[in-house]
């Protein structure tokens, strides 16, 4: 499809107030310099990828600073200690399909017992509605905290749609990580869903007319799996 030549004007900017669940890092000086490098056009999806592993992973730094922890004894070379380690059942990551898988690794990377559950969804090109067509969730997920991982933010739709379904099943510990988010899609989350804990890399301007995120970055999951 020929590159329309209105696709990077904003239709729809927007202001959006940030609630104390929502949690943005735009300020961050490596994330933000990292978020260049997917935001460029020129950027491989060698490297694309590589790198969305490199921000989910900065932002676990802070999603995952609450985790419950429990006493542990071990003994170092030298002595007998008192440690911690995380606490109760094993978390679940959920990430949607396609693009949220990138950023499941870097998860499994700094808690190598975490679930992983799938959701797949794509969006209609044309109503931007969220289109589901796989769900399978390890057993037990409505005692476990729960992270879902989709580096697009847009409308909200995706997302909206997977934390309704968290829901109906029992879920109660759900958060968000993704890695650039326009204000629609976070005021939706903020409105329906206000105990969520959100975490995005880079807040954006607005959505052009085909629900793209301006500036954004383009289809992640193309540029992830290099289709088009
Ligand atoms: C992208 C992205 C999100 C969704 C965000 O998926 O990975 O899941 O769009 O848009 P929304 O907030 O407006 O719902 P896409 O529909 O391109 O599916 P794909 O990753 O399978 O290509
Ligand atoms: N999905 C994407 O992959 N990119 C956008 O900008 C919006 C939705």
Known sequence: ?????????????????????????????????????????????????????????????????HLTLEETT???????????????KKMVLVPIIRAGLAMEPAMKDVVPQARTGFCGIYRDEETLEPVPYYWKMPKDIENRSVFILDPMLATGGSINY???????????????MSIIAAPQGVDLIQTFHPEVEMYIAHLDEGLNRYGYIVPGLGDAGDRIYGTK
Do not use: Q, W
């Not at 904003?10 to 978020?35: C, D, G, Q």
């Not at 997977?162 to 968000?176: A, D, P």
């Open 1 to 65: 499809m020929e590159k329309p030549k209105d696709i990077d004007k904003i239709v729809s900017p927007m202001k959006v107030n940030l609630s104390k669940n929502t949690h943005i890092y735009n300020e961050h000086a490596l994330i933000s310099a990292k978020v260049t490098v997917l935001r460029d056009v020129n950027t491989p999806s060698s490297t694309f990828r590589a790198v969305v592993e490199e921000i989910t992973k900065l932002m676990a730094f802070d999603a995952l600073s």
């Open 74 to 88: 071990i003994t170092t070379p030298i002595c007998n200690t008192v440690g911690d380690k995380i606490a109760g």
């Open 162 to 176: 997977t934390i309704k379904k968290l829901k109906s099943i029992g879920c109660k510990s759900i958060h968000v």
